[in-house]
């Protein structure tokens, strides 16, 4: 339970997407929708922090109107959907990009570029859209990425090569390589499957959260988070008042302050919603 003082004081709202705030099945469910447009008329700026692209978060906002700048990419990215207004951008650097290209083809790994609008891949990376889940991410084809270095705001890379894939990660990790984050991690889907992701080193959900409050000039004790995942973890540990989905990871469990009784399929998040509502409203 959210204190009603507490919840009077809400003026933002910044929630995870998938396994959060849709169903598993990518829905979102009617009373969540109902209330989190009930919320933005009470005056509170309503955000998603996803780790999908900017692109693949807009459908989801335009559907919701939500008035709150959008955090895309696990934070790479701040930007509105309304108006294209880029609060944050944090591209890898030209050389970084063009290693990872370079090291990619001369070790035959698979690699796209991520844009804010779109994954990029060539000819020798056809496999990688069947194989990377990036949920409404829009794939485009290209001849080359030496138009597309710029402007990158994360490297995926994937391969049954284990050990490859393992030398590209220290590749990109200090002292190798400075100024990068890298996430390394085996298929969900497909056996003998690995995954590299590559950033700018300053990305997550919690300082995209910073860089929200600082535009919209509010507080941490301003603001209310919803996650369920470990890329969820920097939300919460901030002084925002922490919400966990009851499918959410133990971790983050731990540092909530509440934890719902329904899970993302059973619009677990509207609870919290309807308690912030009726102390507005009371």
């Known amino acids: ?21 849709l169903s598993d099945d990518g829905s979102l469910g009617v009373e969540t929708r109902n209330l989190i447009k009930e919320l933005i008329k009470e005056g509170i700026n309503f955000s998603i922090a996803s780790g999908r692209l900017h692109s693949a978060v807009v459908p989801t906002a335009e559907a919701l109107n939500l008035n709150g700048p959008l ?11 309304s108006n294209g207004k880029t609060i944050f951008k944090l591209p890898l650097g030209r050389r970084q990009v063009s290693k990872a290209v370079n090291y ?18 060539t000819d020798f990376n056809t496999v990688i859209p069947s194989l990377l889940s990036k949920f409404g991410a829009e794939y485009k084809k290209v001849d080359s990425y030496e138009e597309y270095i710029k402007n990158t705001l994360e490297i995926v890379c994937a391969s049954d090569m284990k050990d490859s894939i393992k030398r590209m990660d220290e590749a990109f990790t200090f002292p190798a390589a400075i100024g990068c984050t890298t996430s390394f991690f085996k298929s969900r889907s497909y056996d003998n499957i690995y995954y590299l992701e590559i950033r700018k080193s300053g990305c997550s959900k919690g300082k995209g959260l910073k860089r929200v409050l600082k535009h919209l000039n509010l507080k941490p004790e301003n603001a209310v988070v919803v996650g ?12 925002a008042f922490k919400v966990a989905v009851a499918n959410a990871i133990p971790e983050l469990i731990h540092l909530s302050d509440y934890v719902t009784k329904g899970t993302n399929n059973e619009e677990g998040a509207a609870e919290i919603f309807e308690m912030i509502l009726k102390a507005k409203r009371n």
Do not use: P, Q
């Not at 955090?71 to 959907?81: E, F, M, P, R």
């Not at 369920?228 to 002084?239: A, E, G, M, P, R």
């Open 104 to 121: 990619s083809e001369e070790n035959l790994i698979n690699i796209v570029l991520c844009h804010a609008d779109a994954i990029y891949y």
């Open 228 to 239: 369920d995942w470990y890329n969820d973890i920097s939300l919460f540990k901030t002084k």
């Open 1 to 21: 339970m959210i204190e009603k003082k507490i919840a009077r004081d809400i003026k933002l709202i910044v929630s995870d997407l998938d396994g959060t705030l």
């Open 71 to 81: 955090i895309s990419l696990d934070g790479a990215l701040v930007k509105y959907h």
